[in-house]
């Protein structure tokens, strides 16, 4: 009897891949909660970074597996090796309350510990965004309404001349004349035929006076028939095949981001730093919406410019402040490279609030008249101090905030927030893009 | 000057390949027949990789097993430590079927595959074949088609009724899994066919049957409140799953179905729960006789020999109990330690040891060893054959906590004449399943009230449940009766001292005079 050997490497691996998913579903809204935390406390870095994300949940409720066990107390006698000094009838002290050393170690009470969930940035991210869905994404980005594309769709009967299919065409005139004229031919091939014997009788010298007339008749219906054959025309306006194309609307899958942002004075790093998580968010999330995000960053004092990533977060600035600027230069961008035909456009402004005095009432009516039509989305946060919580509870805020307040009753893709700390981002984050099933 | 007979050894290097485990198996199983005696069945080694093991380890030893997250955690629970590198993976895992499956990990060295065949294709193996446990409780033949036949049945109620339908059924099941063995009675074998069969004939009959039980009414009520007449069961039963399974009273067919399933797995395990220390023992004794054999025939080297005494070293260890690595009585160590003991006390017995063990001491070994692989479990067996000898190298003292004394632990005994037997009493009484696991049984259904099923917890020590979990389990308990569920503990002088009642019963607030919904 000899033992058979198997290799069983190369069966499929991650049998137990499905179990895991079982185990995340039950313990999703621990999950979710772990990973609101370490958004919050961690901030955005650990979003942007490809690595997995390992996640620590306290095993929830929905994975508990009770038994039917003793709890502690009553009276338990137990065996140990390693005896050193211990006579019967010694006493130990008990270890007081800390329950901890192996001592007490009950068989199963190995305690339940808490899960570390590796999970891939994809699954991560899956959470992360869970239920938030930008308004009108759908709808504009499935149904692309304003853009198209012609695709070939078999023939048609008409059509520009510039599609005219010549080889179909052709095919087409060719099979109405050979249909037009058949039943000439036949009559033509008849004629000749009798023709031919009434010559060959004249030869004979057999031919009778109505042979001769027939003759003629002949010819004349000869003569008839070339006519009528000559007739049929090439082309019938009915030959004509046209290449038939069809308008297809192309969903847009580009999208723009434009980062607005106050760098004057009164934003500290404090504030910028606020700010810029909650544009990588906005960022990320574009990113798995669409093929394509590029990114915009205008900063602005009391004038606005174009820079890039770094320059927008790190480089200092003085100067008032004069927001209309940064949304003018936005306007102005999109005209020149982004046609709102072609891109999703969201348009995402932070600032302290501080404007020029009467900049304000210039500001609604750019976003209202000229920006508000053509973006997807628009969202402004208001950057608090610390100290300034409380002032979320009441209305009047900046100056822009009380401007802007107008705005926010008539129109769906503008929203605003304010936020003072780093834990506020992302219940803004949520809120702002709240899937709008719910509403 | 004789000249030796010059022997190539087996393997010389790291690298394992098919040829050289077959070698390998061939010369172990000459020794484990032909030195040892022992009788197993065929055996099937199957090459995994170290993923695929934690796999098997967290179907807890089963190739197979239906979809259930706790299978998932199971396998997180095992895969952490081991990618921390924390701990290594057992070596070995072994299934109790025939053939007998044997688990060989690829990165494992020649000298570690010799150890696992040595270990769970001989030692685990015969020990599985022969065990009177095992041979009563488990069915190794059908296990395999069994199993293919749960997870099968189980994916089509998933289809049919949802997977969070039939996960809720099988959570409930898992809790009660310590309670759907019957100690004493020997189930029948496992039978794929049989249980085709069962479903479909007889299943409505049974529900009928059910119906029948919960439709007689009272005759005369006057006559109930006599007393215990009309109890039912008539006896307690400790088979709470098997009791839900018969006697639920609403419960459809497929549900009665899973528990089913359930039962019968844990009924397959219920053996391995009362033999670890002898199974495990056995198994290291018999890859340590095997190994020392192969070296002193010179199949394997020297160096692999040093390899082996490394990593057996580690597997017997025993920290003591103040040692920061103690996590209780390893049962490798003690099973390895009794057979050694018990060969010991064959060879060369010493005056103690023939007082102690007039039967065994100066007897063949081998046929005692063999004894005790097949009549004994680790409670009777360590009552049977744990020496004074063995007691003193370990240092085994017992150690007593009260919780009336609030202050300190009591030294109750240690390993010298005066305590052995105490000393020895309680170590078994430790390994008893029978006293580690509540014992809970069903005494009564409220047949022609509310149903309420109580169930009674038998306090041994003055030791209550805990609280929290027992409230849980009740719930889960209630969620398959669908009736309210309550439970007591009752003291050895028939005081009730707690009682514990499930969400319905909670909700009703239904009182009785001692209720303490926990």
């Not at chain 1, 031919?207 to 027939?214: H, L, T, W």
Request: with cysteine; proline share 4%.
């Amino acid at each position: 009897m000899s033992a058979i050997i198997v290799d069983r490497r190369e069966t499929p691996r991650g049998k137990s891949g499905p179990n895991r998913q079982r185990l995340l579903q039950r313990e999703r809204s621990a999950v979710k909660e772990a990973i609101e935390k370490s958004l919050r406390d961690n901030g955005i870095k650990d979003v942007t970074s490809s690595a997995s994300k390992k996640i620590k949940i306290r095993s929830g409720s929905g994975t508990k597996e009770p038994v039917f066990r003793h709890g502690s107390g009553g009276i338990n006698e137990r065996v140990y090796p390693g005896n050193k000094e211990f006579r019967k009838g010694d006493k130990i002290p008990r270890p007081q309350s800390s329950d901890g050393g192996g001592k007490k170690g009950s068989p199963d009470g190995e305690g339940e510990d808490d899960f570390i969930f590796e999970m891939s940035q994809q699954e991560y991210l899956n959470y992360v965004f869970e239920g938030l869905e930008l308004p009108d994404l759908v709808k504009k980005a499935l149904s692309g309404s304003d853009t198209f594309v012609l695709r070939r769709a078999g023939f048609s009967q008409d059509g520009p001349p510039s599609q005219l299919d010549v080889l179909r065409s052709m095919q087409q005139s060719h099979g109405r004349r050979i249909s037009l004229r058949s039943s000439l031919l036949k009559k033509e091939k008849q004629l000749l035929k009798e023709k031919k014997e009434i010559e060959e009788k004249m030869q004979a010298g057999s031919a009778s006076a109505v042979d001769q007339a027939r003759l003629v008749e002949i010819d004349k219906e000869l003569v008839g028939i070339a006519r009528k054959k000559a007739a049929v025309p090439l082309f019938d306006d009915m030959d004509l095949r046209f290449r038939r194309k069809e308008k297809e609307p192309v969903p847009i899958t580009k999208a723009v981001m434009f980062c607005l942002m106050d760098v004057s004075g009164s934003m500290g790093d404090r504030e910028k730093d606020l700010a810029k998580r909650f544009f990588i968010l906005l960022g990320l999330f574009l990113e798995r919406c669409y093929e394509r995000t590029e990114i915009v960053f205008i900063r602005h004092t009391s004038e606005a410019q174009e820079v890039d990533e770094d320059t927008f977060f790190f480089s200092r600035e003085t100067g008032g402040t004069v927001v209309s600027t940064a949304l003018e230069k936005m306007l102005e961008i999109i005209k020149e490279r982004y046609a709102p035909e072609e891109w999703n456009i969201y348009g995402c402004q932070a600032s302290d609030g501080e404007n020029y005095d009467a900049d304000s009432i210039k500001c609604t009516a750019l976003l209202r008249e000229s920006l508000l039509p053509i973006t997807q989305y628009f969202a402004y946060i208001e950057i608090l101090e610390e100290r300034e919580m409380e002032v979320i509870q009441h209305d009047h805020g900046g100056e822009l905030w009380t401007e802007y307040l107008d705005i926010v009753s008539g129109h769906k893709n503008f929203a605003m927030r304010r936020v003072a700390e780093i834990s506020h981002i992302y219940p803004v984050f949520r809120s702002l893009f709240e899937s709008t099933g719910k509403k | 000057m004789a000249m030796e007979k010059q022997v190539e050894p087996l393997f010389t290097k790291a690298e394992w390949d098919f040829e050289k485990i077959k070698e390998v198996c061939d010369a172990c199983e000459e020794i484990a027949v032909k030195e040892l005696g022992l009788d197993y069945f065929p055996i099937q080694i199957e090459i995994v990789t170290s993923e695929q093991m934690i796999d098997a380890y967290a179907s807890t030893g089963l190739p197979i097993y239906y979809a259930h997250w706790s299978l998932g955690k199971r396998f997180m629970e095992t895969a952490k430590p081991y990618q921390k590198g924390k701990v290594h993976l057992a070596y070995e895992l072994v299934i109790n079927s025939n053939p007998c499956l044997v688990y060989c990990m690829e990165q494992n060295s020649m000298t570690m595959q010799a150890i696992v065949i040595a270990h769970a294709g001989f030692g685990h193996n015969a020990f599985f074949k022969n065990n009177h446990l095992f041979r009563q409780w488990t069915s190794p033949d059908s296990i395999i088609d069994y199993m293919v036949f749960a997870r099968k049945l189980l994916a089509e109620y998933e289809e049919k009724y949802g997977v969070a339908e039939v996960e809720k059924v099988i959570d409930a099941c898992h809790t009660l899994r310590n309670h759907g063995v019957d100690r004493y009675s020997h189930p029948p074998e496992l039978s794929v066919e049989k249980e085709k069969e069962r479903r479909g004939d007889r299943a409505e009959q049974r529900l009928r049957e059910i119906t029948e039980l919960y439709s007689i009414l009272p005759r005369n009520i006057k006559e109930d409140e006599k007393g215990k007449k009309d109890r039912f069961p008539k006896d307690p039963q400790e088979n709470i799953l098997y009791f839900i399974e018969k006697f639920a009273p609403e419960l459809p067919i497929w549900k009665r179905e899973v528990i089913r399933i359930v039962r019968k797995i844990s009924q397959y395990f219920y053996p391995q729960m009362q033999t670890k220390v002898l199974n495990e023992g056995f198994a290291t004794f018999v890859h340590y006789y095997t190994m020392n054999r192969l070296h002193e025939e010179r199949l394997i080297t020297d160096g692999s020999m040093q390899e082996f005494l490394l990593s057996h070293t580690n597997v017997v260890f025993q920290p003591g109990f103040d040692d920061p690595r103690f996590h209780g009585i390893n049962p490798y160590a003690l099973g390895f330690n009794m057979f050694m003991d018990i060969k010991r006390i064959c060879e060369a017995p010493t005056e103690e040891d023939k007082e102690w063990f007039p039967d065994i001491a100066g007897s063949d070994w081998k046929k005692t060893v063999l004894d005790v692989v097949k009549n004994y479990r680790d409670e009777s067996g360590i009552r049977q054959f744990l020496s004074p000898a063995l007691m003193r190298d370990m240092r085994l003292f017992s150690m007593l906590d009260d919780e009336k004394d609030s202050e300190n632990f009591l030294v109750t005994g240690i390993h010298n004449d005066d305590d052995y037997h105490k000393v020895r009493k309680a170590l078994a009484d430790q390994f008893d399943v029978g006293l580690q696991i509540p014992l809970i049984e069903v005494v009564n259904v409220n047949r022609h009230g509310d149903r309420t099923l109580t169930l009674h917890h038998s306090v041994v020590n003055n030791k209550q449940l805990d609280t929290n979990e027992t409230i849980e389990v009740l719930d889960l308990i209630e969620s398959l009766w669908e009736f309210p569920v309550q439970l007591v503990s009752v003291h050895p002088d028939g005081r009730e001292s707690m009682t514990y009642g499930s969400k319905k019963v909670r909700d009703q607030g239904v009182s009785s005079d001692n209720s303490n919904w926990g």
